[in-house]
């Protein structure tokens, strides 16, 4: 591993554990900025720069080297208190209104932190039972906010985005966890039957919170992390989620069961791969997390995932073509769970069937005769961002979903 990795991963685990780094060794400006501009696309830069700032190495820098990070990083925790703040009074005007939602992932997640709000989250995710949409969105709003794409079927979507003007609070409220249409991981909801059956309440910043049980929840946390790797892959802030909460709740979780739901899903190396790496570079702790012997049991390879993640940002976004490599690594999948290969990546990638476009071209749920229209569009915008001698080719999307392919492989997830 080059020295920039090791001292991203250095810093991240120094702030997992509430400390700062003691480097003594200087770093050049650039370093400083590459360091940064890497926590930056992770999506970790409060934690990284509250890390690092006051180390020796760090000392005698030109202002200017830091000055910018300092400011978004404290930019960025200052968002982060005020859309938490909002998000709690949601909550409580939610269960005033009667509505019964569960939260997920982003608050729950980010009370783990020694300093929760240097964990920014673009949104909060909540879960509501079925036949309370109607109930849900006259309360939220009634608080103020407005469905971010109002000219959806919101009745038949599986996910409604909302916002709040003048507030940088954003929701994601689901009626399920993952669109049951994804023939790659749509059968997942099936394992959350029943989930609000087995809910918890966890007190954050004084207010009562239902969320997911403890099993459901890390096996959720896994889940999407498994989604986004299918896609263009995830950054190394998933897995500080999945360490912490292990770290956390271990004792509560249903191991056995986790590994079972794994098995099911061809994910057990991949959760194996991801918990040996928060074990090796951040602060997974076996012994504090329950860790059972038939999951120590289990022999993977963590350097390739970890290279992955690193390489891909938060949720794979580094760059267009890693972005448009999905497309590859879908097929692929979704041939795999049929007993197919895949095949024509080039073809599948620009030419994705209705139901994949579906999202972005709504119009094609009540019209799917306008496919021609869609690809047509598609085509133009994506020429348009992946220019001829630019980083950003479609032949190196179709280099890097080729590569994912063979990763996955590698993981036991496509067979």
């Given at each position: 591993?080059?020295?920039?990795?090791?001292?991203?991963?250095?810093?991240?685990?120094?702030?997992?554990?509430?400390?700062?780094?003691?480097?003594?060794?200087?770093?050049?400006?650039?370093?400083?900025?590459?360091?940064?501009?890497?926590?930056?696309?992770?999506?970790?830069?409060?934690?990284?720069?509250?890390?690092?700032?006051?180390?020796?190495?760090?000392?005698?820098?030109?202002?200017?080297?830091?000055?910018?990070?300092?400011?978004?990083?404290?930019?960025?925790?200052?968002?982060?208190?005020?859309?938490?703040?909002?998000?709690?009074?949601?909550?409580?005007?939610?269960?005033?209104?009667?509505?019964?939602?569960?939260?997920?992932?982003?608050?729950?997640?980010?009370?783990?932190?020694?300093?929760?709000?240097?964990?920014?989250?673009?949104?909060?995710?909540?879960?509501?039972?079925?036949?309370?949409?109607?109930?849900?969105?006259?309360?939220?709003?009634?608080?103020?906010?407005?469905?971010?794409?109002?000219?959806?079927?919101?009745?038949?979507?599986?996910?409604?985005?909302y916002?709040?003007?003048?507030?940088?609070?954003?929701?994601?409220?689901?009626?399920?966890?993952?669109?049951?249409?994804?023939?790659?991981?749509?059968?997942?909801?099936?394992?959350?039957?029943?989930?609000?059956?087995?809910?918890?309440?966890?007190?954050?910043?004084?207010?009562?919170?239902?969320?997911?049980?403890?099993?459901?929840?890390?096996?959720?946390?896994?889940?999407h992390?498994?989604?986004?790797?299918?896609?263009?892959?995830?950054?190394?802030?998933?897995?500080?989620?999945?360490?912490?909460?292990?770290?956390?709740?271990?004792?509560?979780?249903?191991?056995?069961?986790?590994?079972?739901?794994?098995?099911?899903?061809h994910?057990?190396?991949?959760?194996?791969?991801?918990?040996?790496?928060?074990?090796?570079?951040?602060?997974?702790?076996?012994?504090?997390?329950?860790?059972?012997?038939?999951?120590?049991?289990?022999?993977v390879?963590?350097?390739?995932?970890?290279?992955?993640?690193?390489?891909?940002?938060?949720?794979?976004?580094?760059?267009?073509?890693?972005?448009?490599?999905?497309?590859?690594?879908?097929?692929?999948?979704?041939?795999?769970?049929?007993?197919?290969?895949?095949?024509?990546?080039?073809?599948?990638?620009?030419?994705?069937?209705?139901?994949?476009l579906?999202?972005?071209?709504?119009?094609?749920?009540?019209?799917?005769?306008?496919?021609?229209?869609?690809?047509?569009d598609?085509?133009?915008?994506?020429?348009?961002?992946?220019?001829?001698?630019?980083?950003?080719?479609?032949?190196?999307?179709?280099?890097?979903?080729?590569?994912?392919?063979?990763l996955?492989?590698q993981?036991?997830?496509?067979?």
């Open positions: 591993m080059d020295r920039l990795n090791q001292s991203f991963l250095d810093a991240l685990k120094a702030a997992l554990c509430n400390q700062n780094v003691d480097w003594e060794s200087p770093l050049s400006p650039q370093e400083w900025r590459s360091l940064f501009q890497l926590a930056r696309i992770h999506s970790v830069l409060p934690l990284v720069y509250e890390a690092v700032y006051s180390c020796p190495a760090a000392q005698g820098l030109e202002p200017a080297v830091l000055q910018p990070f300092k400011t978004q990083a404290i930019q960025t925790a200052v968002l982060q208190t005020v859309k938490t703040q909002d998000f709690l009074q949601l909550e409580q005007s939610l269960e005033a209104a009667g509505v019964t939602p569960l939260v997920v992932k982003g608050l729950i997640c980010r009370s783990l932190y020694p300093r929760p709000d240097l964990r920014p989250s673009s949104d909060e995710d909540i879960l509501i039972p079925a036949g309370q949409f109607s109930a849900c969105h006259a309360a939220m709003t009634a608080q103020g906010l407005e469905p971010l794409e109002p000219e959806q079927n919101m009745e038949a979507a599986h996910e409604v985005s916002g709040k003007p003048g507030s940088p609070l954003h929701i994601e409220l689901h009626k399920s966890l993952f669109p049951p249409e994804s023939e790659a991981y749509g059968e997942f909801n099936r394992f959350f039957d029943g989930a609000f059956d087995r809910a918890v309440t966890e007190t954050v910043h004084g207010v009562s919170v239902p969320t997911l049980g403890y099993t459901d929840h890390f096996f959720y946390l896994i889940c992390a498994f989604k986004h790797f299918l896609h263009s892959g995830f950054g190394i802030r998933q897995v500080c989620d999945i360490v912490l909460f292990a770290n956390a709740h271990g004792s509560a979780i249903d191991w056995s069961a986790i590994l079972k739901q794994c098995r099911e899903i994910a057990e190396l991949f959760t194996a791969a991801l918990l040996q790496i928060g074990r090796n570079y951040l602060n997974f702790d076996p012994e504090k997390a329950c860790y059972p012997e038939e999951w120590r049991a289990i022999q390879d963590a350097a390739p995932m970890l290279e992955d993640l690193l390489s891909g940002g938060i949720y794979g976004s580094a760059d267009m073509s890693r972005r448009h490599s999905s497309n590859i690594t879908l097929n692929a999948v979704t041939a795999g769970k049929k007993g197919k290969r895949s095949g024509a990546p080039v073809l599948r990638t620009v030419f994705p069937s209705a139901k994949h579906e999202r972005r071209y709504p119009y094609l749920k009540r019209r799917p005769y306008l496919l021609p229209a869609a690809w047509i598609r085509i133009f915008h994506y020429g348009k961002e992946l220019k001829s001698g630019s980083s950003n080719r479609a032949s190196d999307a179709i280099q890097i979903g080729n590569r994912r392919i063979e996955m492989k993981y036991g997830i496509i067979r």
